[in-house]
């Protein structure tokens, strides 16, 4: 099953049972839950925790993704999955715990979010996924796999989130917001595309 198909039917069926689970509602975060509480409202040399669970994740991605083996056969398996399965690769397994390490990534980000919005709701999150796929596109990631830095998916993620601000700003509704990212997205793969083309 291609990759992203697989991951939208997950997402799609997750939210679902999300909504089940929770029978759509909205759970509040206990003052004497002091470890999300903390979360939101620590703050060390004047930035929120939150930041520095970030910035971890980030530094523990990149050293992952350029210092170790595991990240070498990411990028083999991401740009051409016969090749590496040729050169010994157990692609169906590495793949599995990119999946499985996905997963570890949406957990943290969840708790951050609820911490950040003491709330606990099967709708939080929703889109996200667009935002996601924007920013990495923008940081010079391809869909198609083999090339991207975790630094370029953050400059595409900050690019992406000054824009959403200046959209909300100068008073863009939600729907022209959507419109606009999307808009965004298509341009950015064919600016990608058009890049490749030239190279080759």
Known sequence: ????????????????????????????????????????????LGLPLLVYVFALV??????????????????????????????????RKHTLMLYALSGLCCGIAAVLIMARTTTGSSTHGDLYELDAIAAVIIGGTLLSGGRGTIIGSILGLLIFTVITN???????????????????IVVAVLLQRRSLRSHT
Request: no cysteine; aromatic share 6%; hydrophobic share 50%.
């Open 58 to 91: 980030v530094l523990i991605g990149w050293l992952v993704l350029n210092r170790t083996t595991f990240g070498r056969r990411t990028y083999a398996v991401g740009g051409n999955p016969e090749a590496a399965r040729l050169a010994g690769i157990d692609v």
């Open 166 to 184: 200046l959209f909300i700003l100068n008073g863009l509704n939600t729907a022209d917001q959507l419109v606009a990212k999307g808009a965004i």
């Open 1 to 44: 099953m291609v990759p992203f198909i697989a991951t939208l039917a997950m997402m799609v069926a997750g939210r679902g049972l999300a909504q089940r689970m929770s029978n759509q509602r909205t759970q509040l975060v206990q003052p004497d839950n002091s470890l999300i509480v903390d979360l939101s409202t620590t703050r060390v």
